[in-house]
């Protein structure tokens, strides 16, 4: 078996296509589903976040896997298989280990160190295991990761260096309001984004003017409950969003929430505030320092919308608006690539370290694990021989009396034993090298071994716990 992971996310594909690529949890199962119902993928489970959409396989042929994978991830979302594969990244084996632990870990992240990618792992792991598509290959990667992601962030000053995907947009949001702060603010959904988009919304303001609106009026009145704010129905969008100045949209919705339309022309105008709605991403930055000595008349209003959706939430027209400015997945993309330096370099560096070495553990263990059906074939057919042999005994000294007979049987399955137990003691350890695999290959062309096949088990291994406990 080998691990495999295809998939594309805002390092190899543009967010337009990303946004064609977004498919709804649902989809994302039957993907899942049917990718381990092809003929070389054996255990499969999918990563998706609002910039991504991987599969992981255990698989038994490369090729075959990847060419039945790329068509299955071409037909649930619809991009074409000769524009998709331009953009998709393929990872074999240890490297594909190696970036599943540099995601679980926010270094491949749009955000560099977000935590929230631990919990939709977390997620895909759950997902997978009640769909019965992870096995134990799988359930030991994602395990594995998962416990590299929590090394990274308590080892290494990475929190530091990283936000969230909501703190890096109120970043570039709040510099663009009046005051730098939101007088009236409202939160477009109520799942695990828009909450903690609610939830830093009102630390950051206590007593913050602040409104949450879901499809859901339970989700959102639980939510307003938590954050001190009121909660509305979708039917209700367009009224909550009449005063606020601060709109923050995640819904997980296929299709637009929010349009020009939705915005009415009274609440979305304004006099010329001199900003631009097309400035540089340098110019947004810098308004955070120049935001209090702005000359706007006081009739103007600014207003800053928020889309951490994929797919996209709210229209790109929004942005051109008079006094509207959109922030979307995209201009957080290029933001944080301006603003790279503002990480703590050497916290990346020490999560890359950590990384390493925990791929080559992970790797030395998977080598040794190999080593096991080998093993136990080859104890399992010196039990074979060991009872054969006792067997013919039997029958050429019948005279001998039950408790000398067991005692003759007792000492023949302990010389074996203990003739077995270095041998495989050592070669596990040896597997755990690199090219050390090989002391298994010669084990079973040795002793012409069938690690698939079943093996009896010596009375000595139910006893000792097997060669460990000779």
Known sequence: MSLLVIGLSHRSAPIPLLERAALPPEQVAKLVGDAVGTEHVVEAIAVVTCNRLEVYADVTRFHGALTDLSALISAYTEVPAEELNEHLYVHYDNRAAQHLFNVACGLDSMVVGEPQVLGQLRGALANGQAEGTVGRVLNDLAQTALRVGKRAHSETGLDRAGQSLVTAAL?????????GRPQHAVVVGAGSMSSLAATTLSRMYPGLDLTVVNRTPDRAGRLAEAVGGRALGLDRLAESLAGADLIVSC???IGTMITTDTLSATDAASSDTGLSNTASLSDTVSLSNTASSNTAPDTARRRVVVDLALPRDVAPEVGALPGVSLIDLERIADAERVGAARAEQGSVEAVRRIVAEEVAAYDSAQRAATVGPTVTALRGMAAEVVEA???????????????????????????????????????????SDPGGTSYAV???????LDPAAPAAVSRAEVVTGGEDGA
Do not use: S
């Not at 001998?400 to 003691?425: C, G, I, S």
């Open 442 to 448: 010669a084990l079973r062309e040795l002793f012409n």
């Open 251 to 253: 819904t997980g919705a």
């Open 389 to 431: 042999e006792l067997a013919r005994f039997d029958g050429r000294v019948p005279e001998l009396d039950a408790k000398t007979r067991a005692e003759v049987a007792n000492t023949v399955r302990r010389v074996v034993d203990k003739l077995l137990h270095e041998p495989t003691v050592r070669v596990k350890q040896l597997a």
């Open 171 to 179: 970043d570039l949001a709040l510099p663009l309001l009046d005051g």
